[in-house]
C-alpha cells in the first residue's frame, strides 16, 4: 500500500475502535504493541513507576502506555525514528535546521500514541455508558499529524507557505534543572501541540501547517535555540500550547506519491472566519487572551495563578526576559 492509504487506514476510526496498528492499520501484533515514550527514555529518565496524567484526571504508569502496533511498523520505520532522535537528545540540542523533521516525527508520534490510548480507557470506570477518554473518531483529526510520521517510511520533499516543513517546531537548551527530574512533558489536544525535555534539550511540535512559524519563527520572546531553566521551558510550552488552540485556520495541500517519494505542496490557506476587520489579512488565530493565557500557564508551568497575573494590569508576568546574545 502507497503511504497515503497506509494513513487513511489507520487514523479510520474503523482501525482505532478495533485496536488495530496505529501506525498502519494493519493487524497488531499479540505482544504488547509500542511503547508511545520508548524504552530507551524510560530507562534513562528512570519513568517505568512514574504516571501520566489522562485527559480524564487519572493516572497511567509510562511502563503501561502502549498501543497497538504491527511487528513490521515496530520494528522498521518506527524503530528508525527511534534511532535517529536519541542521539540528538544525549547531545542536548539540533545544531541544524534539517535536524528539525526527525524529532518532528517522533513527537508526532508520541502525540498519536497518547491519543490512541486514550480511546481505548474508560472515561469513568464506574460509569461505561459514557464510553472511552477519546473517542476512535477523533483520531481522524490529526490525519495531517499522522502523516508527518509516515513521511519516515519513504522520501518526502515539502513546499510549504511558512517555511520548509508542514508544521512549527521550536527547540531550546535546557541549562538548569533538577538532576532528579530530566523528563517533562505536555501537550495541549485542542491545538495538537507536544512538548517535551529530556535533560538538556526541549522540543516542542505544533501540528498546524506551520502557522506559528509564520507568526513567530522563533518563538515567544524569540528564543529558539537560547539557554533557558526548566520553568522557563514551561512558560515557553505553555504560550506555545496556548498560541496552537487559538489556531483559526486550515491550510489545503496537494499530494503526490509514487514508488521511490513523496512530494507534499501546501496549496493555500482557509481561515475559519474569514478577514481580520478593515484588513486584506486572513485570520489565522483567534484573538489572545492574557487571563485565558494566565490559566494555561499556572497549569503547564505547575504555580498557583497568583504568581502570574497581575490583576491590576491583566496581563501575564513573565520569566523569559532574557538578555540578548
Not at 130 to 154: E, N, T
Request: glycine share 6%.
Amino acid at each position: 500500500m502507497k503511504v497515503l492509504e497506509l494513513t487513511d487506514r489507520a487514523v479510520s476510526e474503523a482501525s482505532i475502535s478495533a485496536k488495530r496498528c496505529f501506525a498502519c492499520g494493519g493487524a497488531s501484533s499479540s505482544g504488547n504493541g509500542e511503547h508511545v515514550i520508548p524504552k530507551w527514555l524510560q530507562n534513562e529518565c528512570h519513568l517505568f513507576d512514574e504516571r501520566l496524567t489522562l485527559l480524564n484526571g487519572t493516572y497511567i504508569p509510562y511502563r503501561n502506555l502502549t498501543v497497538p502496533c504491527c511487528i513490521d511498523c515496530n520494528t522498521g520505520f518506527l524503530s528508525s525514528i527511534e534511532s535517529a532522535v536519541q542521539p540528538l537528545f544525549h547531545r542536548g540540542d539540533l545544531m541544524r535546521l534539517d535536524e528539525r523533521l526527525a524529532p518532528a516525527r517522533w513527537l508526532s508520534k508520541i502525540l498519536i500514541g497518547l491519543l490512541v490510548k486514550e480511546t481505548s480507557l474508560l472515561f469513568d470506570r464506574s460509569q461505561p455508558h459514557r464510553g472511552s477518554i477519546v473517542d476512535p473518531g477523533f483520531i481522524d483529526d490529526l490525519r495531517q499529524c499522522h502523516f508527518v510520521l509516515q513521511s519516515a517510511r519513504k522520501p518526502t520533499s515539502f513546499t510549504c507557505l511558512h517555511g520548509d516543513f508542514p508544521f512549527s517546531f521550536y527547540s531550546y537548551r535546557i541549562s538548569e534543572y533538577r538532576k532528579d527530574h530530566e523528563f517533562d512533558l505536555s501537550t495541549n489536544v485542542a491545538g495538537q501541540s507536544i512538548a517535551i525535555r529530556v535533560g538538556q534539550l526541549g522540543a516542542i511540535f505544533v501540528n498546524d501547517g506551520g502557522f506559528q512559524m509564520h507568526v513567530g519563527s522563533k518563538g515567544p520572546f524569540e528564543l529558539v535555540g537560547r539557554e533557558l531553566s526548566e520553568i522557563q521551558f514551561r512558560e515557553v510550552a505553555a504560550r506555545v500550547h496556548y498560541q496552537a488552540a487559538l489556531r483559526d485556520a486550515t491550510h489545503f495541500y496537494l499530494t503526490v506519491e509514487n514508488e521511490e517519494r513523496i512530494q507534499v505542496d501546501q496549496l493555500h490557506v482557509k481561515s475559519f472566519s474569514g478577514y481580520l476587520p478593515a484588513s486584506d489579512q486572513l485570520r489565522i488565530f483567534r484573538d489572545w487572551d492574557e487571563a485565558e493565557l494566565s490559566y494555561a500557564m499556572s497549569a503547564y508551568m505547575r504555580v498557583d495563578r497568583s504568581m502570574i497575573f497581575d490583576e491590576e494590569t491583566q496581563a501575564c508576568r513573565t520569566t523569559l526576559l532574557l538578555p540578548r546574545s
